[in-house]
């Protein structure tokens, strides 16, 4: 009977895993797309999930004066299912009313939104987590705290492959949540049934009734949107791998958003233009051009007034093409080719040669978006360039007057750019252009317009003055710092530099809060045990490997969204592993083997520089090297989870006291892990040196256990 009543509790662990992982990545997409972020939104989501769900294991060791009733967990399953469309109805209704529509919300109100938005979902996650370990230790009379822990990450795994190789590709936000709701009500309903708990069933099946209802009706989606787009008609939306596209209706015009920032709207001549004929007068008769981005703005069309011969236009999400097929006329000219896929990876299989090359991007905010601000990518695009072919890249909205901010990513793009081309030229307009060839450049835009007989509406000598253009470039010009850091793949300080500008509108610095954190944490370290804080390490060089690898993958092969979640499935596969393996494989699960462990990931860490180089230097294959990817996550983690497995056989104390500490600080270190690596140390350091940094981190937790390993000997 108890063994029966073990095996109906992990059925309960696992859907709570499930549940975790798949609300975890739907919501990290969410903030994201509300809160028009990037990786730092990210960092910061994902720290306070970590931090909150830790505060939640913490608390979870009041669990043992809770009545061990049997519908429990039957309740507890049915609130983990329900509050994940709670959150997210809450977000985005809310959204508008607590900040100004329309406006950029800060780090510190994103912080704030999510950890209030978040602390229910988390904080009873991590709760349970501690109730399911001392009530099933109880019940097999023994600390069952690493089974409980190798359950959860089975059914995170389940969790990970469901939403992403079915529910993400084929439902809504919504869809997706009402299936995980009813997989989590049909777990409770046979908890409820084996324990005879009728009232219970009776909830359970009327929850489901409405879960059904709300899945079939597949009203949700459309109309929480419109509360993010207050005054205009929603003519399509989708969550696709990449992030949210909505396209809109206001006054006979259609605006096109991609994760609720404005991309274009009809009717805009004006950066279109801009984008295209500063690089396009720069040579007579241009034959073929390469556009990466923003297609279906209009930008082909301005490019089609050159009489060119082709036009090679790459968007890596498939999506965008769609809707621009669907709402626009951009592409219909047949001299248009339209490549789905990663530019990186184009232009270094092409075979065609190009005039000039349009790279039409938003800033380098993102970590996927410095790809195309690399010395790298730049030495790339030159070899499939004619001989003096025109390369034009923008950056930052043109203003009078460029802060200290601005003005070092200026340098750092226009520097980058010398490396590679003899000419570099800054022309001024609704954004900054970089023009790069080899040959001269000439600032005369409009003189050259005329001489070229361009039909424009606004890049003309009525509205633009060349002397006043000329003026401007040469200021921005002479304001270059001519030491500035090259930009690279592995070091991207134009993203850094770029987290700086965007956070200088709000006047937020993150390091004195990462500091602030750490320093807290330390003291938090200082009541724990040796292995606590070996645990702590642990977590914190996990997460930090993890995003590496994620970041990794993206500056070789594109976008890590649909990566992500193989990466997040392989890591708790290999969490749930290695946690088997400390129960049934290791033998005497002593402080040593935990040290081993230790200084085994800290190897790991060391030795990712060394895969890296060899993949970017000799590994062309995107599937090969997501191969090689996820094997090195599911390593990290299978010893991640080993060595919580040890911990909580050479920790001393009752089930719920030991899950509580050594679950909690394994997710604060991977909050901080998180946080520090994403919004600070990738962007200033690089990938290379975090993964020293985590190797170091995680060998001092080894080296801590070792000093005090005596201790643990004699007290056995």
């Not at 090359?357 to 010395?375: C, S």
């Not at 600080?665 to 020293?692: E, K, N, R, T, W």
């Amino acid at each position: 009977m108890e063994n029966r009543r073990v095996k109906d509790l992990a059925w309960a662990v696992a859907a709570l895993g499930m549940t975790a992982l798949a609300t975890q990545i739907i919501l990290l997409r969410e903030f994201v797309s509300v809160f028009q972020g990037n990786e730092l939104v990210i960092g910061v989501v994902l720290a306070g999930w970590m931090m909150l769900t830790g505060a939640g294991a913490f608390l979870g060791r009041f669990s043992v004066h809770l009545s061990p009733r049997r519908s429990v967990p039957a309740a507890a399953l049915v609130c983990s299912g329900m509050l994940p469309p709670a959150t997210v109805l809450l977000l985005r209704t809310t959204r508008n009313f607590v900040f100004t529509a329309g406006s950029m919300v800060g780090i510190l109100q994103a912080l704030s939104a999510s950890l209030v938005l978040l602390a229910p979902f988390c904080l009873l996650s991590g709760f349970l987590f501690t109730f399911f370990v001392h009530l099933i230790s109880s019940i097999a009379g023994e600390n069952r705290t690493a089974s409980v822990y190798a359950w959860e990450s089975l059914g995170s795994t389940a969790g990970g492959v469901i939403l992403t190789f079915a529910l993400a590709a084929f439902l809504e936000t919504f869809q997706t949540l009402f299936v995980l709701l009813l997989i989590d009500l049909g777990v409770a309903l046979f908890l409820a049934w084996r324990t005879r708990a009728a009232l219970t069933a009776t909830a359970v099946l009327i929850v489901m009734g409405g879960a059904i209802t709300a899945l079939l009706t597949d009203r949700a989606d459309t109309w929480t949107r419109t509360f993010l787009f207050p005054g205009q008609e929603i003519a399509y939306f989708s969550d696709t791998p990449y992030g949210n596209l909505t396209v809109t209706r206001q006054g006979g015009e259609a605006c096109f958003f991609e994760n609720s920032m404005l991309m274009f709207s009809t009717n805009d001549v004006t950066p279109n233009e801009e984008t295209v004929h500063y690089c396009m007068v720069q040579r007579p008769s241009p034959r073929r051009v390469l556009l990466i981005g923003g297609g279906i703005s209009g930008t082909t069309t301005e490019i089609l007034k050159y009489g060119v011969q082709g036009v090679d236009y790459v968007e890596i999400n498939p999506w965008i093409i769609g809707i621009g097929r669907k709402f626009t006329r951009a592409l219909d000219d047949s001299r248009i080719s339209v490549i789905d896929g990663d530019a990186r990876v184009f232009v270094r299989t092409t075979a065609n040669r190009y005039d000039a090359a349009i790279i039409n991007l938003p800033d380098p905010a993102t970590a996927q978006l410095n790809r195309f601000y690399t010395l790298e990518f730049f030495g790339e695009l030159k070899h499939v360039l004619n001989e003096g072919a025109v390369v034009s890249i923008s950056l930052l909205p043109a203003a009078e007057y460029q802060g200290s901010e601005a003005r070092r990513l200026s340098s750092i793009l226009a520097m980058t750019l010398h490396h590679v081309f003899a000419n570099v030229l800054i022309v001024p307009g609704e954004r900054n252009y970089y023009l790069a060839s080899d040959r001269p450049l000439d600032i005369g835009i409009t003189r050259l317009i005329d001489e070229r007989a361009v039909s424009t509406v606004y890049v003309n000598h009525f509205y633009l003055d060349d002397r006043l253009i000329a003026q401007r470039s040469g200021e921005m010009t002479s304001a270059i710092d001519t030491s500035a850091v090259i930009n690279r793949d592995f070091t991207p300080v134009c993203y850094y530099r770029q987290l700086a500008y965007w956070l200088s509108y709000f006047g937020f610095s993150p390091g004195p809060w990462l500091a602030t954190a750490g320093f807290a944490l330390l003291l938090l370290l200082g009541r724990f045990s040796a292995v606590g804080a070996g645990i702590f390490a642990g977590g914190f060089a996990a997460s930090s490997v993890e995003i590496v690898l994620l970041v990794s993958f993206q500056v070789l092969c594109g976008s890590m969204f649909q990566m992500t979640g193989i990466v997040i499935t392989a890591f708790m596969g290999g969490l749930a592993a290695g946690a088997l393996l400390a129960r049934t494989v290791v033998r005497r699960p002593g402080i040593d083997s935990f040290i081993l462990v230790q200084f085994a990931l800290s190897v790991i860490c060391l030795l990712i520089p060394v895969l890296l180089l060899w993949l970017q230097t000799m590994i062309s294959s995107p599937l090969l090297v997501q191969c090689m990817i996820t094997a090195v996550a599911f390593a990290a983690a299978v010893l991640t989870g080993t060595g919580f497995g040890i911990a909580t056989r050479v920790r001393r104390g009752g089930p719920s006291a030991v899950a509580s500490e050594l679950y909690g600080l394994d997710l604060f270190g991977s909050a901080l892990g998180a946080l520090f690596v994403s919004v600070y140390a990738i962007p200033l350091f690089g990938l290379m040196s975090v993964s020293l940094l985590a190797g170091v981190v995680s060998a001092g937790g080894g080296l801590l256990c070792l000093l005090v390993r005596r201790s643990y000997l004699t007290s056995v």
